[in-house]
C-alpha cells in the first residue's frame, strides 16, 4: 500500500509562485511513476505532469516551461514548482503514485488534493 498527502497549496497572484509537496509512505521501493494531476471547478481531472523512477519528465502544454516536476527519494517527497502562474491555473492539485509490488499487484495511488486559488 502506498499513502499520499499534499501540501502546499494557497492563494497566490497571478505571475507568482508555489511549490507543491507531496509525501508518500508505504511501499515507495515499489513505485515506478508519480504524476500531478488538477482538477478545475467544472472540469475534468487533467494530467499536469509526471515523473518516472529513472528521472524522466514529462509536461502538458499548459504548464510546459512554467512548472517542474521533482522527487526526494530520500525524503520520499514530490514537488511541483510552479511559477508564471495563472488565473487559469486554479485547481484542486492531487498526487498519484502507479507502480507494483514484488507479489505483482498493480498500485495505483491518490491523495486527497491541495487547492491552489491564482487571483488575477
Known amino acids: 500500500q502506498v499513502q499520499l498527502v499534499e501540501s502546499g497549496g494557497g492563494l497566490v497572484q497571478a505571475g507568482g509562485s508555489l511549490r507543491l509537496s507531496c509525501a508518500v509512505s508505504?511501499?515507495?521501493?515499489?513505485?515506478?511513476?508519480m504524476t500531478w494531476y488538477r482538477q478545475a471547478p467544472g472540469k475534468q481531472r487533467e494530467l499536469a505532469a509526471t515523473?518516472?523512477?529513472?528521472?524522466?519528465?514529462n509536461y502538458s502544454e499548459s504548464v510546459k516551461g512554467r512548472f517542474t516536476i521533482s522527487r526526494d527519494n530520500a525524503k520520499n517527497t514530490l514537488y511541483l514548482q510552479m511559477g508564471s502562474l495563472k488565473p487559469e491555473d486554479t485547481a484542486l492539485y492531487y498526487c498519484?503514485?502507479?507502480?507494483?509490488?514484488?507479489?505483482?499487484?498493480?498500485?495505483?495511488?491518490w491523495g486527497k488534493g491541495t487547492l491552489v486559488t491564482v487571483s488575477s
Open positions: 498519484n503514485a502507479q507502480g507494483r509490488t514484488p507479489r505483482g499487484y498493480d498500485i495505483n495511488a
Open positions: 515523473i518516472t523512477s529513472g528521472g524522466n519528465t
Open positions: 508505504g511501499s515507495v521501493f515499489s513505485i515506478h511513476t
